[in-house]
């Protein structure tokens, strides 16, 4: 889908702990339908700015705004009631619940508010929808890694999000679950949701981003199509290091 009209703002924002500046004045707009790759080395800032962008961190300075709603000064839960859904690093599902209890988690505490009944068929609608159907009922303990995966992009979906931040969800993946990640997430773009994608695999940034972001030591260094970017040569420098 074409990307539409600007729908989230960051503007300025620079986030310190302690003496480190992990994100030093960094701005950026994220279009409706539009799936912006936020790359950079190791420890540039990216898990830190989706975590100011989901409210796991409050920024030092500047402004995150959503569709009007100012997501800097939200309560942490807020984020998630003004459009913000993500998936982390390292997956994060409530143990005790079942595949579709932890879905319906999601339903209960999104964008939308959705209860009992309809909640559970929301939720059982969405775990077919990412290839889990057959999985409904059975303990999380019973997945296997890429199913655990697939769960929690089901739960981020479940809060109905206005963008949907996706960090590293590809990682850890053999080769052919790969490519099924790959296509699960081209079918997201193809439904024209809004994603920020943090993501070490270049093969996706390319496949599946229509602009991508580049931060180095914190500090915007490139802004462009995944091709321009990634042939940007302070772009390769970053990466490979001076020399
Ligand atoms: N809670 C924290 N307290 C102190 N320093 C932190 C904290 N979180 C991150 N940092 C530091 O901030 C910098 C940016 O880290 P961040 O995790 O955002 O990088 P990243 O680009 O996501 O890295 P990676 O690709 O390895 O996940 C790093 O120097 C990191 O050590």
Same mark, same amino acid.
């Given at each position: 889908?074409?990307?539409?009209?600007?729908?989230?703002?960051?503007?300025?924002?620079?986030?310190?702990? @302690?003496?480190?500046?992990?994100?030093?004045?960094?701005?950026?707009?994220?279009?409706?339908?539009?799936?912006?790759?936020?790359?950079?080395?190791?420890?540039? @800032?990216?898990?830190?700015?989706?975590?100011?962008?989901?409210?796991?961190?409050?920024?030092?300075?500047?402004?995150?705004?959503?569709?009007?709603? &100012?997501?800097?000064?939200?309560?942490?839960?807020?984020?998630?009631?003004?459009?913000?859904?993500?998936?982390?690093?390292?997956?994060?599902?409530?143990?005790?619940?079942?595949?579709?209890?932890?879905?319906?988690? @999601?339903?209960?505490?999104?964008?939308?508010?959705?209860? @009992?009944?309809?909640?559970?068929?929301?939720?059982?609608?969405?775990?077919?929808?990412?290839?889990?159907?057959?999985?409904?009922?059975?303990?999380?303990?019973?997945?296997?890694?890429? &199913?655990?995966?697939?769960?929690?992009?089901?739960?981020?979906?479940?809060?109905?999000?206005?963008?949907?931040?996706? *960090?590293?969800?590809?990682?850890?993946?053999?080769?052919? $679950?790969?490519?099924?990640?790959? &296509?699960?997430?081209?079918?997201?773009?193809? $439904?024209?949701?809004?994603?920020?994608?943090? $993501?070490?695999?270049? *093969?996706?940034?390319?496949?599946?981003? *229509?602009?991508?972001?580049?931060?180095?030591?914190?500090?915007?260094?490139? $802004?462009?199509?995944?091709?321009?970017?990634?042939?940007?040569? &302070?772009?390769?420098?970053?990466?490979?290091?001076?020399?």
């Amino acid at each position: 889908m074409t990307p539409g009209d600007p729908i989230l703002f960051v503007n300025n924002v620079t986030k310190r702990f @302690g003496g480190l500046v992990a994100v030093n004045n960094v701005s950026f707009e994220v279009r409706e339908h539009e799936v912006m790759g936020l790359i950079g080395p190791n420890g540039s @800032g990216k898990s830190t700015t989706m975590n100011m962008i989901s409210g796991a961190l409050k920024a030092t300075s500047g402004s995150i705004t959503l569709k009007g709603h &100012d997501l800097t000064r939200a309560k942490t839960f807020e984020n998630a009631r003004f459009g913000v859904s993500r998936t982390f690093q390292l997956v994060r599902i409530l143990p005790e619940l079942s595949v579709l209890e932890n879905v319906i988690a @999601g339903a209960v505490f999104g964008h939308k508010r959705r209860w @009992g009944a309809e909640a559970e068929a929301f939720a059982a609608g969405l775990l077919e929808r990412v290839g889990l159907a057959e999985r409904i009922t059975a303990p999380v303990g019973s997945l296997t890694y890429i &199913d655990q995966k697939r769960l929690e992009l089901a739960r981020a979906l479940a809060g109905e999000p206005s963008v949907l931040l996706l *960090d590293e969800w590809l990682a850890g993946l053999n080769p052919s $679950e790969l490519k099924v990640g790959i &296509d699960l997430v081209a079918s997201l773009r193809q $439904e024209g949701r809004t994603i920020i994608l943090v $993501e070490h695999v270049m *093969d996706a940034i390319r496949s599946l981003c *229509d602009r991508c972001l580049v931060i180095n030591s914190g500090t915007k260094i490139a $802004e462009g199509t995944p091709d321009a970017v990634l042939s940007d040569p &302070d772009v390769i420098r970053a990466y490979l290091g001076e020399g």
